[in-house]
């Protein structure tokens, strides 16, 4: 096994925890956009799908320069944020959290909306014939039935986290131990005369965690279908 | 025990208006072909489809009624409904499933009836299981167990033997004959096949593009006697089992006379139902001798019907009980047959419900 330098353990454990917290901040709302998406007809639903799935697709350069636009010290909201309650975003990890929130959405919602499709929604009306009211449903048939595609959805999107760089470096920069996560530190090795062998680890180490949770997810998923099927 | 449904929907260009009773306890079959109307009844019953207008009531408590703006939510309806695709939780085993219901009525029903119900429907060796690992007929079987267990005040069952294959379909059948004798509450069953409405109702509504065409009790239907296009398919005779005779038969008597079929060792004083269909029935003059067929009954011809360009079907009391003979009008000529006329009838097979169960007579 390779030894990594302090910095790069640094980078490695940055990353695990700016992509668990996106994970875990996203999560609410990836569940309840999944279930208004699942669930519910309205005017206009096509438009709302197309923004909420619009993070996988925009330029991640041009979703952090939007974030440093609402969320910059110097921006009406960041600002605001600042000013009142002391809360900064910008050269933060916080901001990488949030940066990396919003680019793996998506991938929660997806999956969530998944398996709450495929939860046939007739259950819900066997649970009413049975007496069990709107809460009562959805605490014990809706959600122990879309857990597997919560737990692939959040798993998805750690991994996908892990490798987010436009937008954190556009938003929060490129700061070792506050932002300078595992595709930072990658892209700084590169910058680094003589630096290859630390990017040439670094990128091993990523390609790694990828196929180790993206094969999770797929485990998570297929022992669902097994079970419920 | 009364049920009291009248119904006004529109739904696209189909249009339903009903309008039944059922004051007896007992199954009540809706039966008609699909697209009929049959499930949007029951699913306006158990509250999953709000009726443009109309009046549902069960046993004088109104579930829904447009006047007064009277809707009940599904949840405090208290209508079991068992799907035609059973909709068992899968993420839960099967005694999670059963107590669903159990575990939230208001009016719960004792421990004591858990045990009865898994008894009833033979659920012993499956409680542990998931519905994964359930054959077709075994999801059923935990379906109607599970609306059991929430004490509904009324049951009702949408086509549940509908998309099992015939051996499931025999195998579900005498669960629910138990059903229909030990239950409670009145069962309305949904179906389009007459041999389960024959064998499970006691009352029939035959519904037709969203109308009743008519209702009347089993018996009435086995004779052809509810719509207009439903031929007689025979007689269903309630009957009960007298004992085993030296001859080694079996004796049912009925009002109107007394059957012998092969011998059963269920008790006397069982309440069996039986059927003859039109088709084992023949006719005779006088009253013969000498003949293989066990049962020969003494009858009175009722009345007289062409079926089809050669058949007849001759409708006959025997006592109070009817029965039905399809011969040839060929035959009606030959032997000058007419209404209010005495004739033998000879009865070549009887169909004794295989595992047709106790019950219904034990407790009377």
Known sequence: MMSLSDAEIEALLLSLRVSSVAVVVALPFAFAAALLLARKNFPGKILVDAILHAPLVLPPVAMGYLLLIVFGTRAGLGGFLYEQFGIRFVFNWTGAVLASAILTFPFQMRAIRLSLESADAGLGDAARTLGARAFDRFRNVTLPLALPGVAAGAITAFAASLGEFGAIITFVSNIPGQTRTLPLAIYTALQTPGGEAAAARLAALSILLALVFMTLAEFVQRRAKDRFA | ?364
């Open chain 2, 1 to 364: 025990m009364s049920v009291d449904v009248r119904i006004r929907h529109r739904l696209g260009a189909f249009a339903l208006d009903v309008a039944f009773q059922s004051d007896a306890p007992g199954v009540t079959a809706l039966f008609g072909p699909s697209g009929a109307g049959k499930t949007s009844i029951v699913h306006a019953i158990a509250g999953l489809l709000r009726p443009d207008e109309g009046r549902i009531a069960v046993d004088g408590r109104v579930l829904f009624d447009s006047a007064t703006r009277t809707d009940l939510a599904v949840e405090d309806r208290r209508v079991g409904l068992v799907f035609q695709d059973a909709r068992l939780f899968p993420h839960m085993n099967v005694r999670d499933n059963l107590l669903f219901g159990w575990r939230r009525a208001k009016e719960c029903a004792g421990e004591g009836e858990i045990g009865r119900v898994i008894e009833l429907l033979g659920l012993e060796g499956l409680l542990s299981r998931k519905p994964a690992r359930l054959s077709g007929g075994e999801k059923s079987r935990v379906a109607l167990g599970r609306a059991l267990l929430a004490s509904p005040s009324l049951l009702l069952l949408d086509e549940p033997l509908a998309s099992l294959d015939a051996s499931r379909k025999a195998e579900i059948l005498p669960y629910l004959e138990r059903l229909r004798d030990e239950a409670k509450m009145p069962i309305f069953h949904v179906s389009h096949a007459v041999d389960e409405v024959l064998r499970l109702a006691d009352r029939v509504v035959v519904l037709r593009d969203g109308r009743v065409e008519g209702e009347g009790s089993v018996f009435d239907f086995a004779a052809g006697e509810i719509g207009q296009l439903l031929p007689a398919t025979g007689a269903v005779i309630d009957a009960r089992l007298e004992g085993v005779r030296d001859d080694g038969l079996s004796v049912l008597s009925f009002p109107g006379g007394v059957l012998s079929v092969a011998r059963t060792e269920l008790p006397p004083g069982t309440r069996l139902r039986v059927r003859i269909r039109a088709e084992d029935v023949l006719l005779a003059r006088e009253e013969p001798r000498a003949i293989s067929a066990n049962n020969v009954l003494a009858t009175r011809i009722s009345s007289i019907r062409a079926e089809g360009a050669s058949q007849a079907d001759v409708h006959l009391l025997c006592g109070g009980t009817r029965l039905v003979a399809r011969i040839t009008q060929a035959s009606v000529k030959r032997l000058g047959l007419k209404e209010g006329e005495a004739v033998y009838a000879v009865v070549k097979s009887v169909i004794l419900d295989p595992h047709a169960l106790r019950a219904r007579g034990a407790l009377e």
